[in-house]
Nanobody, 133 residues
Framework: QPQLVESGGGLVQPGGSLRLSCEVS????????IGWFRQAPGKIREGVSC?????????EYRDSVKGRFTISSDNAKNTVYLQMNNAKPEDTAVYYC?????????????????????????WGQGTQVTVSP
């Protein structure tokens, strides 16, 4: 039963950068694929990015963040990061990390943007990101 804790959220100006962290405890990160979701007020939660940490070297990004966000994994630190560059006001949301247990090469990221919610096994508590002048 892994525990996922997000951190790094806060206020950033448009065009600025920040890095979110998803710290995983109680399990080996390499056994899990990790996704980042976000939810803005009045909107449903949507997938942002996904990394398959246990195999395949797969990363996926929502179209609206491609070229701006980078997901990465540091297994030694049991942490997944979401580097957010050139932040936009529409990036304002609560960001959640999510994990799915993978026993072989991960498939979570292949269907992340269509079935990610239902395929997620564990959730973090969320961290607020606000992009504003």
């Amino acid at each position: 039963q892994p525990q996922l804790v997000e951190s790094g959220g806060g206020l950033v100006q448009p065009g600025g950068s920040l890095r979110l962290s998803c710290e995983v405890s109680g399990a080996a990160l390499d056994d899990y694929s990790i996704g980042w979701f976000r939810q803005a007020p009045g909107k449903i939660r949507e997938g942002v990015s996904c990394i398959s940490s246990s195999g395949g070297g797969i990363t996926e990004y929502r179209d609206s963040v491609k070229g701006r966000f980078t997901i990465s994994s540091d297994n030694a630190k049991n942490t997944v990061y979401l580097q957010m560059n050139n932040a936009k006001p529409e990036d304002t949301a609560v960001y959640y990390c999510a994990a799915r247990r993978e026993y072989y090469a991960g498939t979570y990221c292949f269907s992340f943007f269509s079935l990610g919610e239902e395929r997620t096994d564990y959730w973090g508590q969320g961290t607020q990101v606000t992009v504003s002048p």
